[in-house]
């Protein structure tokens, strides 16, 4: 580690290869913590080259637990984290509106590092109980659409670097991989990300792959479709950038859509929204997400049509019925 601590101290950038025997030394336990730490900080003052994140990718998703959901077309839902603007589980959401749709969503999620209700906090609060077993995720997956892969329980490898990253409280590249790092390899992904350096990077990343993906970077600074400003969002189209009103919505005010302070206060969000209890403004975000989503699926549909697709999954109570039925699995 010394030797890449050099080099990176010396404004260098590793190759691909470089990048994946490091990450691989991390997750078999082969540093110190203090070397973990300044590895990480190396990446909180410089961007990551495409090179270094896709040796990083690389190196977890041969270090994990791997899923095998090459029986259903299934989409991962997620934002990077790490925008420090405290939203609702706005992505968590719109991943049950979308299974409420009839689309299947295989999620691969965290607690949160540098928010208050990650998508494990508030499901776990809910009741859901984690599990690494395939056949019961593949259940999960046939009776109501959904399952969720709580990310240390796929890459137990990263156990040496939970704890700095807690302790550092503030967004690393981990947060950069979690979108790209799903154990199951969905055949779609819709992935919301913190600036748009980082959007283009995942492109880069994402074309590649067989994957039809939407990038999703809102202009003031969300990951995600906030509606609060425009929206770029890249996808295997190209690039495009939408107004709120484009995507058929009002502007938001950036306090229509903070989660609250605690746990409790997250998830009391979380279920109001499910079962239409939410206000105007965090419906029409949730559904303004969900519906980019099932455009992935449906690439014929206009955006117009996909987000009434969405409306009927929360209005009907589909939604709702989904999170109910997986809890209760």
Not at 52 to 58: S, Y
Not at 125 to 144: A, M, P
Request: with cysteine.
């Amino acid at each position: 580690m010394k030797a890449i601590l050099n080099k990176l101290f010396e404004h260098q950038k590793l190759n691909q290869n470089e990048a994946y025997e490091v990450l691989t030394n991390i997750g078999n336990g082969a540093y110190n913590h203090s070397q973990i730490a300044s590895f990480l900080t190396v990446f909180l003052m410089r961007p990551i080259a495409v090179e270094e994140l896709k040796g990083f990718q690389n190196a977890l998703l041969d270090l994990c637990l791997k899923m095998d959901f090459s029986d259903f077309n299934t989409i991962d839902v997620c934002g990077t984290g790490g925008d420090g603007k405290d939203t609702f589980n706005i992505s968590t959401l719109s991943a049950f509106v979308i299974a409420g749709a009839g689309y299947k969503v295989a999620k691969h999620g965290n607690y949160g590092v540098s928010s208050v209700s990650g998508s494990s906090n508030v499901l776990e609060f809910l009741g859901y109980k984690f599990t690494n077993k395939e056949s019961e995720l593949k259940h999960q997956l046939e009776q109501t659409n959904f399952c969720m892969m709580h990310a240390p329980l796929f890459h137990p490898a990263m156990k040496n670097v939970a704890p700095i990253r807690k302790e550092l409280g503030v967004k690393t590249f981990f947060n950069m991989l979690g979108p790209i790092v799903n154990p199951s390899h969905p055949q779609y992904q819709m992935v919301g990300v913190f600036n748009l350096e980082l959007a283009r990077i995942y492109h880069y990343l994402l074309e590649d792959s067989e994957k039809k993906y939407s990038i999703l970077h809102s202009l003031d600074g969300y990951d995600e479709i906030s509606l609060t400003s425009n929206t770029k969002i890249i996808n295997n189209d190209g690039e495009h950038l939408f107004s709120p009103k484009e995507l058929g919505f009002n502007t938001l005010k950036q306090q229509e859509i903070f989660g609250g302070s605690t746990i409790e206060e997250a998830a009391k969000i979380f279920t109001n929204v499910l079962e239409n209890k939410g206000t105007e403004a965090q419906n029409n975000v949730v559904l303004a997400n969900a519906a980019q989503a099932i455009k992935c699926f449906e690439p014929q549909k206009t955006i117009l049509e996909c987000t009434a697709i969405a409306n009927e999954s929360l209005v009907s109570g589909k939604a709702y019925q989904t999170l109910k039925k997986l809890i209760t699995q």
